[in-house]
């Protein structure tokens, strides 16, 4: 197999809610975009619609969530039953923010492919995206 | 403790002393020791009586001023039952939407005895309107209420990004209200330049002085060009700045921002009064300092914050809880980071000598270079034509991004340590017990808005709503008939929608 055959991850970076923290987005952003994958950054406040709507439009084999509000498990169920709706389950959804356990943990039952807290690095994340869109890839073929 | 009584100044003859032009040592004489700082802790959550309980505890565990921290709807500028506030009512700050709701939130408190601060900047105006509103329906006149309206609005757009309409109009409402100040409410600060959240955002020490610093030379044009002497209104800016964990750094900082505002606005605009060039400061230590992993360490890390702002000379602090990576801090961490505060005060001696660091070799070489390199800031600024348009054209958040991007590159390669994180990890421990939002704060403000809504006269609303919408086509002062709005039950979504139809709500370019 060529590897030039291979395009590049595609990932949607989304801030939904009200919160204004992009600091996080946009490093992240930035990151995997130094690390080769193609990144779309959808900007603040945008609803859990707009959020399925851009990851369908653009192709994407994973959404990162960035969400530091407290309003993860009313925002992230949302988007997850939205992409279900698209016929884009496969979509992996990386969640990154202020996410107390016992949150993530219900988060990753409900399909969550993986969460990411504070301290985490810029390695870490890039490998759970590749691992996402690994998941991804096999399962579309 | 020894007892040994501290000497009062050793400045030389000739040489700057604290209170003295350009305040670099200080904008009074004799600091905390005529006044301490105002311990002001900023608080809010859930309903406005939730917040009301917390206040009521921060002032019996000694605190001596509020702060008021709105859910992000509120700063948006939508009411609870707004499609986009679902999930955030009352999670990361206090639902407020009506004067109602204002009342609420001070019930009890003597607003012509504590000062009150604010912090919101996009619906400042409609906040200001309730709340003078709810003061006057509890007696007490505008003219004798004192405290802090954030108002910055710049520094939504460079850095905490929440906002209502673009950056032109924003800067008009903003005037109206620093003009509504300087007319009825003397005691009030109008704005609260703030760098806080542009250091949260990334950047460099030098940046935070600088954009803030030009943020507020802006907001001094819009009066100058409004015909204001700027002696009329520079008595009512104060600032808010961040106190990260580089000791040094952060108290030259402070000294630097006083040079460099007193000298500016002498220089810009020929302000004479000590009361226009002296810059006081609130201080917050730092949030993104702190870590999640071993998160009691965030306790020592304030301790040092805080000291590095009580030796910078702050006039007001707060101090941030240890459990501020996981939640909203619970009562009790609160009164920790409340009482690191009291101990710096009345333990250690710091707050016995104003600008105890003046004369250190290396804090006032940096006092000097954090100076020049702002100064290096506000030449470019004025290259591209000052603040509003620099902001518009993503100058200063292009900047704070790529410093937010460089420092997560040195912690992921080392160069930048933190305990816990990239250095001397620990296996993570058990979750300590945080602040939970309560799920039924949400339906039971919805459900106020509705009935409010419900309640009130259609006619009298109608008219109110219309008299903010002519007034923002026009030219008239806009929080008059936003105050008659606000007493004639306007809701603060419908205010705030009132300035997005005029003006279009402004969007998020997403540039990274």
Sequence with gaps: MAAAAVRPIRVVIAKPGLDGHDRGAKVIARGLRDDGMEVVYTGLHRTPEQIAATAVEEDADVVGVSILSGAHMTLVPRILALLAAEGAHDVGVVVGGTIPGDDAETLRNAGVTAVLTPGASLAEVSAAVRDAAARRRSAIG | ?512
């Design chain 2, 1 to 512: 403790m020894s007892g040994r009584p501290l000497p009062l100044d050793a400045a030389r003859d000739g040489a700057e002393r604290p209170g003295e032009f350009p305040y670099t040592r200080g904008p009074y004489p004799e600091m905390y020791r005529q006044r301490l700082w105002t311990m002001r802790m900023f608080a809010g959550f859930g309903a406005p009586e939730d917040t009301n309980r917390r206040f009521r505890a921060l002032l019996e565990a000694g605190q001596t001023g509020l702060s008021t921290a709105f859910d992000m709807p509120a700063l948006m500028g939508y009411d609870p039952d707004h499609p986009l506030s679902a999930g955030e009512v009352g999670r990361e700050g206090v639902s407020v939407a009506s004067a109602e709701d204002m009342e609420r939130l001070y019930a009890g408190l003597d607003l012509g005895a504590v000062s009150t601060s604010m912090t919101i900047s996009g619906p400042a105006p409609v906040a200001l309107a309730m709340f003078v509103v709810a003061a006057e329906r509890a007696g007490t006149e505008r003219a004798r209420l004192q405290g802090t309206l954030q108002t910055d609005i710049l520094k939504e757009f460079i850095a905490q990004k929440e906002w209502l309409v673009p950056e032109r109009p924003s800067m008009r409402l903003v005037g109206d209200l620093i003009a509504f100040c300087a007319a009825e409410m003397p005691l009030w600060h109008a704005v609260s330049v703030s760098g806080y959240h542009i250091r949260e955002a990334g950047s460099t020490a030098a940046q935070e002085l600088a954009f803030t610093i030009a943020d507020g030379v802006a907001y001094a044009e819009e009066m100058v060009d409004r015909g204001f002497g700027p002696d009329q209104v520079l008595p009512r800016f104060s600032f808010f700045f961040n106190a990260q964990i580089d000791l040094f750094e952060e108290v030259a900082k402070l000294r630097a921002a006083r040079r460099l505002w007193a000298t500016l606005m002498r220089e810009r605009f020929g302000a004479r009064s000590e009361r226009s060039l002296r810059l006081r400061a609130h201080v917050q230590t730092s949030g993104v300092s702190l870590t999640a992993q071993e998160p009691l360490l965030n306790v020592a890390r304030t301790a040092v914050e805080a000291l590095a702002a009580v030796l910078g000379g702050a006039q007001s602090l707060h101090t941030n809880a240890w459990d501020e990576t996981l939640a909203l801090p619970t009562e009790e961490s609160a009164r920790l980071a409340l009482r690191t505060q009291q101990m710096l005060a009345f333990e250690t001696g710091a707050a016995g000598v104003a600008d105890p660091l003046g004369g250190s070799w290396l804090v006032e070489r940096l006092t000097d270079e954090l100076e020049a390199e702002a100064r290096g800031y506000l030449d470019e600024i004025d290259r591209r034509g000052g603040m509003v348009q620099a902001v518009i054209d993503g100058y200063p958040q292009a900047e704070i991004a790529e410093a937010a991007y460089a420092f997560q590159q040195a912690l992921d390669d080392g160069r930048r340590v933190m305990v816990g994180v990239n250095a001397f990890a620990a296996p993570d421990g058990d979750e300590p017990r945080i602040h939970r939002a309560d799920p039924e704060v949400e339906r039971r403000q919805v459900e106020r808005v509705l009935a409010l809504r419900a309640g009130r006269d259609a006619g009298d609303h109608a008219a109110a709503l219309d008299a903010v919408r002519d007034a923002c086509r026009g030219t008239d002062n806009v929080m008059p008939p936003l105050i008659a709005a606000a007493d004639a039950g306007a809701t603060l979504g419908e205010l705030c929608d009132a300035f997005r139809e005029v003006w279009g709500a402004y969007r998020d370019p997403g540039r990274w």
